[in-house]
């Protein structure tokens, strides 16, 4: 039911700009928007290029995909109709199916349904959802770093060739690496910024980690609270095979409360946070998966970690 806020009769009181008509007086109709094109050439121009470019890149991935399916068609029907003793060619076949084909399809496919703004998860860069946004940081880099490092945790190396490899050959002899590389995930459009770990007893198949993303200068986290930095902290409980797209990837545990509630009891045991403030149901919980396909569970809730040092101005406050 519409309030009413006019006066007595209906009557509006006040100027005559914000008062109602009278009895029997026609309502005046309110113009249409102007929903026709532009009549600067300038903005005409530039809607025309980008609009080129999306069809080109969208031109251009689709015929990448079709020419990987048909690698993997050529070298699955065309070798396995030869005899048994081309099974081989499965190992070709996974990789280009994994690393290329399937992946192509995510990214195509996802930008077509994922908004392209923060939603409270990570996504993965092929463009599916990933690992849920279930912390936030104030604090500058340099105390983010020293506290994390304080607390136990470990910074993860970078993604490189050699770093992979000493992964993969750690994953495979069981010899534990209690800096290596987590993969990236995206929040921003930026992959994480920093990334931290601890290891269980020398076995880099199972480690807790976390992932930190700086935040856009003026950026705020819906309901206007200003944070330095959001964060995604799961655990990893073994290596596996993507469900959407069949990499090698770590498979991480469901319940990720604990996970975050874990990593800010870390903190607090060391000493290294000022206050943690809760802000129940920031996002609705939710049960799902994540950019491999491992379940997730989540009560929805974001702890904000304060790493107020003395002697750094009171970003909270200011």
């Not at 569970?297 to 003395?310: F, N, S």
Request: net charge neutral; with cysteine.
């Amino acid at each position: 039911m519409t309030p009413d806020l006019g006066g007595p009769n209906g009557a509006g009181s006040g100027s005559s700009h914000g008062s109602s008509p009278g009895h029997g007086q026609p309502r005046a109709v309110p113009r249409e928007p102007d929903h026709s094109r532009s009549s600067n050439a300038v903005e005409r121009r530039q809607s025309r290029w980008a609009t080129v470019l999306a069809v080109l890149q969208r031109v251009l991935y689709l015929v990448v995909t079709v020419a990987v399916g048909w690698a993997v068609w050529f070298f699955l029907l065309s070798r396995l109709s030869r005899g048994p003793e081309q099974a081989w060619v499965f190992l070709p076949v996974w990789l280009i199916l994994a690393y290329a084909l399937l992946p192509r399809v995510h990214k195509i496919l996802s930008s077509l349904y994922i908004p392209d703004y923060f939603i409270g998860r990570a996504r993965t860069g092929d463009g599916v959802l990933g690992d849920p946004v279930n912390l936030a940081v104030v604090g500058t880099e340099e105390e983010l770093r020293r506290a994390m490092r304080t607390a136990g945790w470990v910074e993860a190396d970078p993604i490189t060739p050699a770093t992979a490899w000493h992964t993969l050959t750690s994953t495979v002899l069981g010899r534990s690496y209690p800096a290596a590389p987590v993969s990236s995930l995206y929040v921003f459009g930026n992959r994480q910024d920093l990334a931290f770990q601890r290891e269980i007893d020398g076995n880099p198949r199972k480690r807790h980690h976390v992932r930190f993303w700086k935040c856009p200068p003026g950026w705020m986290l819906p309901g206007g609270l200003s944070v330095d930095w959001v964060g995604a902290g799961t655990y990893d409980r073994s290596v596996g095979l993507s469900l959407f797209t069949f990499q090698i990837t770590h498979k991480i545990a469901d319940r990720t409360d604990e996970e975050r509630d874990f990593i800010i009891a870390t903190l607090e045991a060391a000493d290294a946070v000022e206050s943690v403030h809760v802000i129940l149901n920031y996002s609705s919980g939710y049960h799902h998966r994540n950019g491999g396909g491992d379940a997730i569970r989540t009560d929805g809730h974001l702890p904000i970690i304060d790493l107020y040092e003395p002697g750094r101005p009171d970003v909270v406050g200011s």
